[in-house]
Nanobody, 124 residues
Framework: HVQLVESGGGSVQAGGSLRLSCAGS????????MGWFRQAPGKERERLGE???????DYGDSVKGRATISLDDAKNALYLQINSLKPVDTAMYYC???????????????????WGQGTQVTVS
């Protein structure tokens, strides 16, 4: 049974940083494109970026230059570091996985095979 569990969310002041984690169980990240999305109240789910098995990353425009996605294969863990947080970054953040080692094309909500339950980030 594949499961993704996010952690690390919380409340942070504008200008601060957060590191979100996603722990996978039931499968290994190798062979999957792993990524992050977020969804603010009343808005569509937004792609933040993804990482493939070779460590290649790509980011959405809203976090490009402020975010870093990384993998720890040994721990089967995915991370999202976001710096210079703004109130508009307030949202539920989701870990996502799509079958296939490579992340081309980029992740989309409809192409994701597995989702985590989300972790809330509030920036004030």
């Amino acid at each position: 049974h594949v499961q993704l569990v996010e952690s690390g969310g919380g409340s942070v002041q504008a200008g601060g940083s957060l590191r979100l984690s996603c722990a996978g169980s039931g499968y290994t990240f190798a062979g999957y494109c792993m990524g992050w999305f977020r969804q603010a109240p009343g808005k569509e789910r937004e792609r933040l970026g993804e990482i493939d098995g070779n460590g290649w990353t790509d980011y959405g425009d809203s976090v490009k230059g402020r975010a870093t996605i990384s993998l720890d294969d040994a721990k089967n863990a995915l991370y999202l570091q976001i710096n210079s947080l703004k109130p508009v970054d307030t949202a539920m953040y989701y870990c996502a996985a799509r079958r296939g080692r490579y992340c081309y094309p980029a992740l989309s909500e409809s192409s994701v095979n597995y989702w985590g339950q989300g972790t809330q980030v509030t920036v004030s």
